[in-house]
Each structure stands twice: as structure tokens, then as C-alpha cells.
């Protein structure tokens, strides 16, 4: 079974902003966690490319639709390239493939008579590419997202008979564990209580877009094409564009991790169109918080991004990641303050974490020549440190299975607490300088050690890089993560307690995390 995940896939009306990479870089830390399990996982991200909102922007900017997406899919590209996002896919919506996809996906609905033609009357968010509840007679009404005036529509377009499938998706929403975290459940619950209407699937007069088959003057609605790219994204290099084929790849999804906002196009339409195509439903879907930035939606449309260009280059992948993955409770809202970011990177990553390895490393070369010291009763299970990392291991395995993040982060954390906190107890430096003492001082310097390695392994989902330096630091293999990760792998059992070789050779430690220091506004 393969283990497939999925971001949204991102409009490209503008470069890729701080929001758009954080539903990405907690995706990431999934697909290597599900990785290091031994998974073998299809991480799928992607661009929609259609619909009104790319085509203003591109005639805003003097350019063909396609011209455009092709320049900010290229930066979306190397941006995640930059992040090391160990994405297996990124599906472009104006690849050739997808257009047959949506087109045999559409026929097989079709042939269920899930297809009429209707009048669609209604106020519609362009930057949303979504009809709004607001009634009729609403006076000048605004998207509250955007904070942009809806535009009247009123044309005859072809519908999805999503009314036909209410029992289905309400028993769909019921299902334990199906949209995540559970808080989530009641506001969709409430949507569908209140009738599911249906839906219309087609523009006229939207040239951007892919051409409805049968229906001339007619492509198709950009979300409806938009949700069948994760579907294109399974097929493989060579693969023909045949959608039982792209399915065979990889489908169901495992979860599709998107921002609320766009929940109810995930955990209702989707499903039901799924349904009325006679395919298997995803397992899983899961909507995360917004970032915010002084309390307001960090969004391209309202101009308060956080650029991500910028933070990598100034404050490094570990930073951002730790910041994003360890303090904003992954399903909730979480505002960017950057004096916080600094205090959390510089106390816990380099101070908690990178101090720890260091200082006992050097101390365990500079008495043990230059080797991990012989351990007698830290071996032990029921050491204090064994039982520390027990906990901390436990914890973070089960939480990373509910992408809560924050609570993996923190087991980390808390490991690197206790046994800084050990060694402060312990204090080594002064036993050293007794008679008789100097077996005790090489037991607790190995499981000091020994948890830095349990620390780093614990950490190599979340910050691989990190994770990756203080591997190296204490002569371990460095569990691959990424795409070329095999489908088999020792992580697991690489963290149980005692792992560490007596009198193998420590390397010549360095910082493994440099100290944040912000001055300027970010
Ligand atoms: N194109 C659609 C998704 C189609 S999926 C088949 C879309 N794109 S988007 O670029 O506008 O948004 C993509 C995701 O980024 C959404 O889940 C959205 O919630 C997320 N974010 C956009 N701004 C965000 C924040 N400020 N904070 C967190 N996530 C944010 O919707």
C-alpha cells in the first residue's frame, strides 16, 4: 500500500508566500516521518493554473495565461527545491495529461447523470474562485477572506448533482477520523445539515480553462479541475493519460492536508464527485489554521506575506521549520512574531538541543580519548534517561501519526531538557576531578550521548538538516528521508535505548545550530 499525501495545489496568480509553504513544510515532515517508518509514501504537491483568477493576473501583467504559469510554477519549483521538500510529484493543471484525465473522469460522472444544465445566479469571490452564501438583494457584499467586493454572476452553466449524494457525504463526515483535527467536523456537519445544493461545474465565456467534451462554450470550473490534479499527479514518467492507470499508482489518498478555508471543497464536493465516479474516497482530510501576521490571514491578496526567499536565506530551513512545526498547534490559527521565532530557535535549537551535544561530546573526547565512553548500568532500560527517551519516543510516534507536530517537537525537546538536566546533576566536570569516580563519569556521558542520538533521530522528520549535523557529530548513519528513501528502513529500531557503540570515534564537534540574530524586521 502506498502511502500518498497531498498539499492543496497552489494558484499561481503570485509567488508562492509564507502561508502556501507551511501546509507544504508540515507535509514534508508527514512524508519523512511515514518514510522513516519504512512506508513507501507518493508526496504530491502542484499549481492550479486556471480559472479567472490566473487569467486576470496574467493580462494584468501583459502576459498569456500560459506564459505566466509557467514563470511562477517555475518559482514554486525551486522554491521547494530550496526548502529540500521532498515532494515525489508536482502536477501543473495545464499539463497535457490532466486535460484527459478531467476529460475521462467527466464522462464517467456523466455517465451516471450526475450532469444537468442550469442557471447559475449568485455573488462569486474571484481570488476564492467560489460562489458565496451572501443572499440576492446583498448590497455591495465583500469576500471576508479577501476582503474584495463578490461579483454578480448570473449564466447558464452545467451542474453536478451534488444533492443526489447527501446521505453519502453525511455519513462520509461521521466517520471517525475523516476530517481532522475533529473541531474541524462541525462547521462542514452544519453546511451539509442544511441540504446539499447542487453545484455548477462550467464557465462560458472563460477561455482559460479546459474545454468542457460535448459542451461547446463551455471549460470547466476551476476547482473541478483543480481537485483531479491529484489524481494526474499519481502517473508516472511514461505513463500514458489513462485514469485507471494513474490510479493504480496510488489511490486512495492517505490525507490531503489543506487550509480550512477550503475544507468544504475537500471533505463534501470532492467526496461526491469521487462517489458519483464510481471510485474510492481518500481516508483522510485534514484542515490546518491560517498564519496570520498581526492577526490578519497572511495572504497574496492582502499584501501582509511573510516571504519565504527571504526567511531561508536570513534565517536558515531549521529555523523556519522549528518555528512553524513546534509553536503553532497544526490545525490552528498561529500568528508570525518574530521576536518569539528568535527566542524559540536560539533557546531550544541552539542552546537546549545544539549546546547539549556539544558540550558532552567535547567533554567525552577530551577524557575518553576521543571516543564514545564505556557504559555499564546506562544500558539499562530503566535508567532515568532510558525511561526519558522511552517517553519522548512514544509520544512523538503517536503524535506524529496525527500530524501534531507541535507535541513531536516537544517530546524531542523534553528529551534534551532531561538530560541537560541530568548532566547538570551529574556534573561530570566535577566528578572528573575526584578519585575513583571516572567509571561513573563515562556511564553518564554515554547516556547523555545516547540521548542526543535520540534526540537527532526524533528530530529527523521535522528538521532533516539538523537532525542530519548532529548525526554526524556522534558517527551515525543519517536515516534517508527523501525521495530516494527505499521503502525499507531502520529508524524505528534505531531508536530504541543503547544504540550507541562504546569506543567508537567521536568526529571533532562544531555548533550544530547557529544563534538566531535578527536585527532588521523580517
Ligand atoms: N488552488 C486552490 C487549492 C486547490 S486544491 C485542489 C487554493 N490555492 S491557494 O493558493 O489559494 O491556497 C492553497 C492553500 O494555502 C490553502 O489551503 C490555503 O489555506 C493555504 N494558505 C493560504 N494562505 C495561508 C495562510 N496565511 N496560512 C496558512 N495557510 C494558508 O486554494
Not at 19 to 25: I, V
Not at 44 to 67: V, Y
Not at 294 to 311: A, C, F, H, R, Y
Amino acid at each position: 500500500m502506498t502511502y500518498t499525501l497531498t498539499t492543496p495545489l497552489y494558484y499561481v496568480n503570485d509567488k508562492p508566500h509564507l502561508g502556501s509553504a507551511y501546509t507544504t513544510l508540515a507535509c514534508d515532515a508527514l512524508a519523512r516521518f511515514q518514510r522513516l517508518k519504512g512506508e513507501q509514501v507518493l508526496f504530491i504537491t502542484g499549481c492550479d493554473e486556471h480559472g479567472q483568477k490566473i487569467q486576470r493576473t496574467a493580462e494584468a501583467a501583459g502576459l498569456s495565461p500560459q506564459a505566466h504559469c509557467d514563470g511562477v510554477s517555475a518559482q514554486y519549483r525551486a522554491l521547494w527545491d530550496r526548502w529540500q521538500i521532498s515532494n515525489d510529484r508536482l502536477i501543473r493543471t495545464t499539463d497535457g495529461r490532466h486535460r484527459q484525465i478531467v476529460e475521462q473522469f467527466f464522462a464517467r460522472v456523466e455517465a451516471s447523470g450526475d450532469i444537468l444544465e442550469g442557471r447559475q445566479q449568485g455573488w462569486y469571490c474571484v481570488a476564492c474562485e467560489e460562489f458565496k452564501d451572501d443572499p440576492h438583494e446583498a448590497q455591495d457584499p465583500e469576500c471576508p477572506i479577501h476582503r474584495k467586493p463578490l461579483e454578480w454572476r448570473d449564466e447558464v452553466n452545467l451542474f453536478f448533482r451534488l444533492s443526489r449524494y447527501q446521505q453519502q457525504i453525511e455519513d462520509l463526515i461521521a466517520r471517525p477520523g475523516f476530517i481532522q483535527p475533529a473541531s474541524r467536523r462541525n462547521e462542514v456537519e452544519n453546511f451539509v445539515k442544511q441540504g446539499l445544493r447542487d453545484f455548477s461545474i462550467s464557465r462560458v465565456n472563460l477561455p482559460w480553462g479546459i474545454p468542457v467534451p460535448g459542451h461547446e462554450g463551455h471549460t470547466f470550473y476551476v476547482w473541478f479541475d483543480a481537485l483531479l490534479g491529484y489524481i494526474t499527479a499519481l502517473l508516472e514518467d511514461g505513463d500514458a493519460a489513462d485514469l485507471e492507470t494513474a490510479l493504480s499508482r496510488g489511490w486512495p489518498a492517505s490525507v490531503h492536508v489543506i487550509g480550512k478555508d477550503i475544507l468544504r471543497f475537500h471533505a463534501v464536493y470532492w467526496p461526491a464527485m469521487l462517489l458519483s465516479a464510481g471510485l474510492p474516497l481518500p481516508a483522510k482530510v485534514f484542515g490546518h489554521g491560517f498564519l496570520t501576521r498581526e492577526g490578519q490571514k497572511m495572504g497574496k491578496s492582502l499584501g501582509n506575506v511573510l516571504d519565504p526567499e527571504t526567511l531561508l536565506e536570513r534565517c536558515g530551513r531549521d529555523a523556519v521549520r522549528w518555528y512553524l512545526l513546534r509553536d503553532i498547534p497544526f490545525g490552528e490559527d498561529g500568528d508570525f512574531q518574530q521576536q518569539r521565532f528568535s527566542d524559540l530557535v536560539n533557546n531550544d535549537l541552539a542552546n537546549t538541543i545544539g549546546n547539549l551535544l556539544n558540550r558532552t561530546s567535547s567533554m567525552a573526547r577530551r577524557w575518553f580519548d576521543e571516543c564514545v565512553p564505556p557504559v555499564t548500568a546506562a544500558k539499562r532500560l530503566d535508567h532515568v534517561l532510558a525511561q526519558a527517551a522511552s517517553t519522548a519516543r512514544f509520544s512523538a510516534l503517536a503524535a506524529l501519526e496525527q500530524l501534531d507536530f507541535r507535541t513531536a517537537a516537544e517530546a524531542a525537546l523534553q528529551l534534551a531538557i532531561s538530560a541537560n538536566g541530568f548532566l547538570n546533576d551529574q556534573a561530570p566536570w566535577s566528578q572528573m576531578k575526584q578519585e575513583g569516580t571516572r567509571e561513573q563519569v563515562a556511564d553518564d556521558l554515554y547516556a547523555v550521548l545516547e540521548a542526543a542520538r535520540i534526540v537527532a533521530l526524533l528530530m529527523a522528520p521535522l528538521l532533516p538538516d539538523l537532525s542530519g549535523r548532529m548525526l554526524a557529530q556522534l558517527g551515525q548513519p543519517i536515516p534517508d528521508s527523501g525521495v530516494t528513501a527505499t521503502g525499507s528502513s531502520d529508524w524505528l529500531q534505531h531508536l530504541e535505548w543503547g544504540g550507541l557503540a562504546e569506543g567508537m570515534a567521536l568526529p571533532e564537534p562544531s555548533p550544530v545550530m547557529a544563534r538566531l540574530e535578527l536585527e532588521e524586521p523580517l
